[in-house]
């Protein structure tokens, strides 16, 4: 009876976790120490009219010269660290370095044309 009971308990606690995992979730390290050879892009959180991303790039730009990012979302970017160049559709470029931010409304598409090579360039995304 214990036995099955105690197992009852570790295959409900096993659900929950699995189902409310964003709630273990709460704390980490926004910056990576290890140096990674690719981009990193990290849901930090997410509900159904939000999202926060973590992004850590090496001197990656977006995939090919002729892709825009187009998103439905509001997207609101910060450089914690590094600096980055991005490229608007109109024509129009913006330098970001570490603490600048910038608000992206939905369907303005734009691209990343260049991240520090040499140092991380850590970027916090709010898509609302």
């Not at 939905?106 to 990343?112: A, D, E, R, Y």
């Not at 044309?113 to 709010?126: F, K, Q, R, S, Y």
Request: hydrophobic share 40%; net charge negative.
């Amino acid at each position: 009876m214990v036995w099955r009971l105690a197992s009852y308990f570790i295959i409900m606690l096993y659900r929950f976790i699995d189902k409310y995992d964003f709630l273990f979730k709460t704390c980490g390290d926004l910056f990576i120490k290890k140096i990674v050879n690719k981009e990193v892009f990290e849901t930090l959180l997410q509900s159904n009219s939000l999202k926060i991303e973590r992004i850590i790039s090496h001197g990656q730009t977006s995939p090919t010269e002729y892709e825009w990012y187009d998103q439905k979302e509001n997207e609101w970017i910060t450089l914690l660290k590094g600096a980055a160049t991005l490229l608007f559709e109109n024509g129009k470029e913006v330098h970001l370095k570490s603490g600048d931010y910038l608000n992206i409304p939905s369907h303005v598409k734009h691209k990343v044309t260049w991240t520090h090579p040499e140092e991380e360039t850590v970027w916090l995304a709010v898509y609302y």
